[in-house]
């Protein structure tokens, strides 16, 4: 049996968009103050863990949330474009109110979990499904007995849930995707298992936005 790898999968810290409900996709949004001190936060309470590499989306926000990650070991942050979250097309740039006001049988498909909804431009839940668990796999699949970092998205967050506790891509969400939260896993050629999730502990004396999509 090849050797598990451990993951730790960390979503990036906060932006006004954020706070703002307003939907980021690929757009490259980068972090607020606020998200700053998450970042840093998160990196402070991974320093003392045993990571081989860390690997993040390059869009601003999660690569800001990495390289405070990788100081304290010394490490470069690896580009992984793969990691972007779900490209939402024509969606970007709106609000979650201006999707449901102008797109409502759009909105509808959107917020029902349709597998195969795509928002003009975008990525249907499918195609970022396949995606996120090839790369997070691919990824894992270098390091067997390492700790590996994966700083991304909420949406990519969901993604991994799911696939390390098989629940389907229309099951309704019951889990938190917090800013900066941090979320254990395992990897074997069997797949992804689920270690521990949403570790906000480090955040305590902030506050942490939980959303899905930005």
């Not at 972007?84 to 909105?107: D, K, T, V, Y």
């Not at 938190?176 to 979320?183: K, P, S, Y």
């Not at 990897?187 to 999509?213: I, K, M, Q, R």
């Given at each position: 049996?090849?050797?598990?790898?451990?993951?730790i999968?960390?979503?990036?810290?906060?932006?006004?968009?954020?706070?703002?409900?307003?939907i980021?996709?690929?757009l490259?949004?980068?972090?607020?103050?606020?998200?700053?001190?998450?970042?840093?936060?998160?990196?402070?309470?991974?320093?003392?863990?045993?990571?081989?590499?860390?690997?993040?989306?390059?869009?601003?926000?999660?690569?800001?949330?990495?390289?405070?990650?990788a100081?304290?070991?010394?490490?470069?942050?690896?580009?992984?474009p793969?990691?972007?979250?779900?490209?939402?097309?024509?969606?970007?740039?709106?609000?979650?109110?201006?999707?449901?006001?102008?797109?409502?049988?759009?909105?509808?498909?959107?917020?029902?979990?349709?597998?195969?909804?795509?928002?003009?431009?975008?990525?249907?839940?499918?195609?970022?499904?396949?995606?996120?668990?090839?790369?997070?796999?691919?990824?894992?699949?270098?390091?067997?007995?390492?700790?590996?970092?994966?700083?991304?998205?909420g949406?990519?967050?969901?993604?991994?849930?799911?696939?390390?506790?098989?629940?389907?891509?229309?099951?309704?969400?019951?889990w938190?995707?917090?800013?900066?939260?941090?979320?254990r896993?395992?990897?074997?050629?069997?797949?992804?298992?689920?270690?521990?999730?949403?570790?906000?502990?480090?955040?305590?004396?902030?506050?942490?936005?939980?959303?899905?999509?930005?």
């Open positions: 049996m090849e050797e598990a790898t451990r993951l999968a960390v979503r990036h810290g906060e932006t006004a968009w954020n706070v703002d409900t307003r980021q996709g690929q490259d949004i980068g972090l607020n103050a606020t998200g700053l001190w998450q970042a840093q936060r998160a990196g402070g309470a991974l320093a003392d863990e045993p990571i081989g590499v860390v690997y993040a989306s390059d869009l601003s926000r999660a690569w800001q949330t990495a390289e405070a990650i100081k304290p070991h010394g490490l470069t942050v690896q580009p992984e793969r990691l972007r979250e779900r490209a939402f097309g024509h969606f970007e740039g709106m609000s979650f109110a201006e999707i449901e006001a102008n797109l409502p049988e759009q909105a509808r498909r959107w917020r029902e979990r349709d597998p195969e909804f795509e928002p003009e431009g975008g990525e249907s839940l499918l195609t970022f499904r396949d995606r996120v668990t090839g790369v997070a796999a691919e990824l894992a699949a270098r390091h067997p007995g390492e700790l590996v970092v994966l700083v991304a998205h949406g990519v967050m969901d993604v991994l849930y799911r696939a390390a506790t098989r629940q389907a891509l229309q099951a309704p969400r019951t938190q995707l917090g800013n900066a939260a941090i979320n896993m395992l990897w074997t050629p069997g797949g992804f298992s689920l270690v521990g999730w949403s570790d906000t502990a480090h955040l305590a004396a902030g506050n942490v936005l939980d959303e899905t999509t930005t």
